[in-house]
């Protein structure tokens, strides 16, 4: 048994915050790992993951540097995915639910004819997963019956991968066919929110304003100094989104994206339902708001009720 | 080149009402005398299909919508045809449970039985959050697929589909030709109510009726076997603090900042 792991690369050629996570999960399972890197990127990637995490488990990495993977089209990677995990030697296959996670693995599931388990926050063993349902208000514990096991991973439900070095690794250069796969879908271009900031998902501060911030530029104003101070993401609710506070790819919540920072601080922010099953796993939770009846407190660890325009700079000065 | 007439397939799932807190009864989630209502996601599918039409004279040939489910799925199949589905089918699998894997071999077989060329669907359901069905029937049929759409456009005399979908940090763009299989998000569209006269006039229009055991060559059998489910902890009493020095070194004793 073995488990096969795809890592996303950064346009950097680094390892993707999210892919940390999805390595240490593959590590959990306590069986070798084949890691497995696609596109223009992988070659500098692998060499960042030898020299910058230690993955103990890791026995070999496989990667192909065609740039026809690039941006992860399914159409494109899940053939060559699809035929690796035809070894028997993998009884798992690990990636992140990223959007390119979530994108692939139905698809790759489905032309193997497996059903996946999606978006896991636990392992218990190799068989035995938890996931979350209902937007997080159900737990699940899920046995796979499948002598495969195909799993994407919550990447702020797992620790990032240790840093560290990884040697005496076997590296293999695979070729595929995916530059003659010519699929009725092409990429375009990508639109990536500009931001100085850690990647909201796997941040490990999280600051999001609701709509008593009133307007974007109150919105900027009394969370980016916050924000900067702590080295903190900045997130927002769907009512803050809607107002056009903020980018939507900055939603926390059932709809937008689920984080669970070790610190969270909402600003202004009323607790709908919606939005705390987006970050009720965060260690702690500061809630930040004038109504003292406002359901955050209720999910929150500490509380404090009182003019934000006042309390968000003094705190900003004395942290 | 010109493009035959669209043939749109909207799969819609019946779940508990977004506005609902789920409880555990049994070990099984209480659903006796709770609200369902149509996936959100799907409403939303619905509605691009629908405006779709309404938009592009002349593209739209049919507009079909399918539920697989309990009987009484065929009450979000009204909403749909209320909403402007033309024609729609029921698979009845009464009480028993399918996963996604399942439902996207149903849907293929509806896909190839409706000529349909265009799916569009949600994301995910917000029952079980799996957020495969619209993956997995694309790879089914090897159509291309473009999920997480917030815009879908139609370009060159309607020979290609542009759909911006959304992605981690931002967006990115595709153009596809068809076939092709859409999935809903958030940001695509508000969907339309329905008013009560349109919800008389849907009484006309038909539902198909059909039963698991009309897809008898599909194994449904479940690959993964829930073992328990439960309500997860309820979170420690908090405190209440009086200023932000209080704050401050509360935030210290939790050692969430040094």
């Known amino acids: 048994a073995s488990t096969l792991a795809f890592i996303e690369t950064t346009k950097e050629g680094t390892v993707s915050p999210s892919s940390l996570s999805a390595l240490s999960a593959a590590e959990k399972l306590g069986q070798p790992v084949t890691a497995l890197l696609l596109g223009n990127e992988a070659k500098k990637a692998v060499d960042y993951l030898k020299s910058n995490l230690k993955c103990s488990n890791l026995e070999k990495i496989i990667l192909s540097s065609d740039e026809s993977f690039d941006n992860y089209l399914p159409e494109i990677v899940s053939p060559t995915v699809v035929d690796l995990l035809k070894n028997d030697k993998f009884s798992h296959f690990v990636i992140s639910s990223s959007s390119v996670g979530k994108n692939v693995l139905p698809r790759i599931s489905a032309l193997l004819d497996y059903q996946p388990i999606c978006d896991i926050t636990e392992i218990k063993d190799p068989n035995t997963f938890v996931r979350p349902i209902y937007a997080g208000n159900i737990i699940s514990t899920i046995e796979c019956t499948q002598d495969k096991k195909l799993i994407s991973v919550r990447a702020s439900a797992f620790d990032k991968i240790p840093q560290g070095t990884t040697e005496n690794v076997e590296v293999e250069e695979i070729t595929t066919n995916a530059s003659e796969l010519k699929p009725q879908i092409e990429w375009v271009s990508a639109n990536i929110v500009k931001s100085d900031r850690p990647d909201l998902g796997t941040a490990s501060r999280v600051i999001a304003g609701g709509r008593a911030l009133k307007d974007k530029e109150t919105f900027e104003n009394l969370l980016n100094p916050l924000a900067s101070k702590l080295n903190a993401a900045i997130g927002a609710t769907r009512a803050a989104v809607d107002t056009g506070f903020c980018d939507n790819s900055l939603q926390v919540g059932q709809t937008g994206k689920v984080v669970a920072p070790e610190l969270y601080i909402a600003v202004g922010v009323s607790g709908a339902i919606q939005h705390l099953a987006g970050m009720k796993n965060s260690k702690v939770i500061v809630a930040i708001n004038n109504d003292p009846d406002a359901p955050i407190f209720k999910a929150s660890d500490i509380g404090i009720v009182g003019d934000l325009y006042e309390i968000i700079p003094e705190l900003t000065e004395k942290l | ?258």
């Open chain 2, 1 to 258: 080149m010109s493009m035959s007439k669209l043939r749109i397939l909207v799969p819609v799932k019946r779940v508990i009402d977004y506005q609902i807190r789920p409880r555990v009864l049994n070990n099984a989630i209480d659903s006796k005398t709770i609200k369902f209502s149509i996936n959100p996601f799907d409403d939303i599918a619905v509605e691009e299909a629908v405006r779709i039409r309404e938009k592009n004279k002349d593209l739209v040939e049919l507009i079909h919508s399918v539920s697989i489910g309990p009987t009484k799925a065929q009450d979000v199949l009204r909403t749909c045809l209320a909403k402007g589905v033309d024609t729609s089918t029921l698979v009845d699998s009464g009480e028993q449970q399918l996963e996604p894997l399942s439902v996207a071999k149903i849907l293929k077989e509806i896909v190839m039985k409706n000529n349909s060329n265009l799916v569009i669907l949600g994301k995910q359901a917000i029952d079980d959050d799996s957020n495969n069905t619209g993956q997995m029937l694309a790879g089914l049929l090897s159509w291309p697929q473009a999920t997480n759409a917030a815009k879908i456009e139609f370009l060159e005399d309607n020979t290609k589909v542009k759909i911006v979908r959304e992605i981690d940090g931002g967006e990115e763009t595709l153009i596809s030709s068809l076939p092709l299989v859409i999935t809903t998000d958030l940001r695509l569209n508000t969907p339309r109510y329905v008013s009560l006269q349109n919800m008389m006039k849907a009484k006309k229009k038909p539902i198909e009726k059909l039963k698991l055991s009309d897809f008898n060559n599909i194994d449904t059998t479940q690959r993964l076997k829930t073992i328990s489910i439960e309500e997860p902890k309820p979170r420690e009493n908090g405190i209440m603090v009086n200023s932000v020095d209080e704050l401050v070194t509360s935030l210290k004793n939790a050692k969430a900042i040094e």
